[in-house]
């Protein structure tokens, strides 16, 4: 199978962990929690306590710090049996607004790769979470002017993705989605037909990795340092998917 | 001044306490939560207290039910100098998940007005809050394909509308908007010289309150039950909107 770059008249980029750190934010934030519970619990017990309840939490909460936040309180709680303290309480609560308040760091090139491709694409961001966390780092990035439109979601599913193109008269065969995910920002692009470019981050939280890896359909670059094999790739005429650009 | 009804093309409606019930679920769950804190402290400095966390929170959290929260165990934490045990604040989560999953109880007449209104007129939410949150609530409804658009913003400012009509090249002389917050309904629509149509509810939240009412440029409706009325308005070729409908 093969796609063809030479259609692509939109490319949409996932925000976190593409376009700017953030898992590293919450590893971080995890780590300090994980330091606040280990007069109660060992480490791999708390972490991994942890990642169950944000999971379950998820169709309540959603992603995002606040969520997020709210799952260390529960997990804080259950694992402690109601001892907490409540002033152990008020450092994970000043965790979230530490969170919430980081910089925006943009990760290399991004600038770069905006710039060379502004005017000769239509450009999206399309990021899920909460929505006034994600449009605070859109204007703190300095690179919000750069996109047509942003969308914000509460999950990236194929129907999100859908509902996106048509919203915008965009065609399957026009779009390209770039980003670090393959749940949220390859997998769903794929099932609707687009295409999707991965850019793997140094770390992805667990909950988002794929183990079955054997539908490796899609291309695959290092970094966005690579902007002159990405813009190679978009000039191309056809381009054998199968096999990864680096 | 008088405003033409003749011209409105488009009709969008808030959601929260303008299509459904949504600030009695919070004032129960404030209830709850100040008869949780009154072994502490007496229910007015409680209830003062929270108002000014929220309040101070919003630049951080946003508008929603995890955002409140957030500031209830941030209040609880505070007014117990940290001796809130881990129980309680368990209560306090608690809470928030029995709010998330609260029904959706559509106001009088929401369904029959909406009916009335398809077909004649675009119909959007424009509504603001967490993104999953308002979703679901929509989700829930069983009105969510009346509409044409769903539009949720972390914040109703006259920017924020100028961005929904631009994106679907809505022009102002054809816009109403009818919503229950003059604060988020009314007056940021009226800014943009859109038309506004309030409708008070029972009880709305002391943020959202707009002291300052020598600016009397609305119609007001009682409710939607007055369809008839709603429809008699729009039908209107002018209307002189320094006096209220009812």
Redesign the interface.
Known sequence: MTISAANIQTIAFDADDTLWRNEDIFIHAQDEFINLLLPYHDENYVRSHLAEVQIENLQ???YGI??F??SM??T??EL????????E??EI?QL??CM??SPVELLPNVAKVLSALQGEYRLLVITKG????Q?SKLARSGIADQFDTIE????KTADAYQQILQRHAIFVENFLMVGNSLKSDILPVLDIGAQALHIPYHSTWEHEQVTDYTLLRYPQLASLRDIEQLLDWLQQPSFDNHKAIL
Do not use: P, Q
């Not at 909460?130 to 966390?133: A, E, I, T």
């Not at 914000?152 to 999950?155: K, L």
């Open positions: 309540h909460f959603g606040k969520g936040t709210l309180i529960e804080a709680i402690t049996e109601g001892r907490i303290t409540g002033s309480i008020h609560m979230a607004k919430l308040s909460d929505l006034l966390d449009e914000i979601v509460s999950n």
